[in-house]
C-alpha cells in the first residue's frame, strides 16, 4: 500500500534513529494516570512512514456497531508477542522504551499494533485499551506517530475538558498509570486537508 506523504521539513527522509528519553515531559492528570510527551524521538520518521505504509500487510476490519456491521476507519496489523517487527528500527525503540520505563512499568513492553489513518476520514472513537489487564492494573501505552499530524484527544470518564495533542512525524505519546481505567482518547475524523498517518502502539503483556 502506498500513500502520499508531505514529509517535515525538520525531519527529513534520513536513516530513521532514536533520541534520548531523558527530556520526556509528563503531565500529571489526576487520579493516578499521567501522559508523557517526548517530540521528535525518532528522527527519520518521514522514511520509515514510506517504508512500513508499502510493506507492512495492512488489513481492513468490520465490526458489529449497534444492528449493523460497518467498516472499522483505519487499516490495521497486530504484531504479538514473538513476532519479528515489519522494520529494525520499531525493535531497537520497543527495546528503548521497555529500558526506560521497565523500573516503572515492571515489566517489558511485547506487543506492536499498527494503525494507518489514511486521511482525515480514518478515526478511532473515544475508549481505553481495557481489554485485559488495562481494565484493571495500572499499565502504559506508547504510542510513537508518524507521518502528518493527527489531533489526539484525551477526555476523564467523569466528565471535564479535554486534552489535546498533535503528534506526528517522529513523536512520542506514553499513557501510563491509571490512564486506561479513568481516560479516554480519541483520534477524531477532520474535514481540513491532512495527509496519511500511522501509529505504533507498544503494549505489555495482557494489553489490548
Not at 57 to 69: F, G, N, S
Not at 148 to 173: C, F, N, Q, V
Amino acid at each position: 500500500m502506498t500513500a502520499w506523504l508531505q514529509g517535515s521539513l525538520l525531519d527529513g527522509f534520513g536513516e530513521a534513529a532514536l533520541g534520548s528519553l531523558a527530556s520526556t515531559r509528563r503531565t500529571d492528570l489526576g487520579d493516578g494516570a499521567w501522559v508523557d510527551l517526548r517530540p521528535g524521538w525518532l528522527t527519520g520518521a518521514d522514511a520509515l512512514f514510506e517504508r512500513l505504509a508499502g510493506e507492512v500487510p495492512w488489513h481492513a476490519e468490520r465490526r458489529p456497531m449497534y444492528d449493523r456491521v460497518v467498516d472499522v476507519p483505519r487499516l490495521l496489523c497486530f504484531y504479538p508477542e514473538q513476532a519479528e517487527l515489519p522494520d529494525p528500527i520499531l525493535t531497537e525503540a520497543r527495546a528503548a522504551l521497555s529500558a526506560h520505563y521497565g523500573p516503572e512499568l515492571g515489566e517489558p513492553f511485547r506487543t506492536a499494533g499498527l494503525c494507518f489513518y489514511r486521511d482525515g476520514r480514518d478515526s478511532v472513537a473515544w475508549h481505553g485499551d481495557t481489554i485485559g489487564r488495562g481494565a484493571t492494573h495500572d499499565t502504559m501505552v506508547a504510542i510513537v506517530s508518524l507521518g502528518a499530524p493527527r489531533a489526539l484527544l484525551l477526555r476523564p470518564r467523569r466528565g471535564g475538558a479535554s486534552i489535546r495533542y498533535e503528534i506526528g512525524h517522529g513523536d512520542l505519546l506514553v499513557m501510563g498509570g491509571s490512564c486506561q481505567r479513568t481516560w479516554e482518547h480519541a483520534v477524531p475524523k477532520t474535514r481540513k486537508p491532512v495527509g496519511p498517518r500511522i501509529s505504533i502502539q507498544f503494549r505489555p503483556r495482557g494489553v489490548r
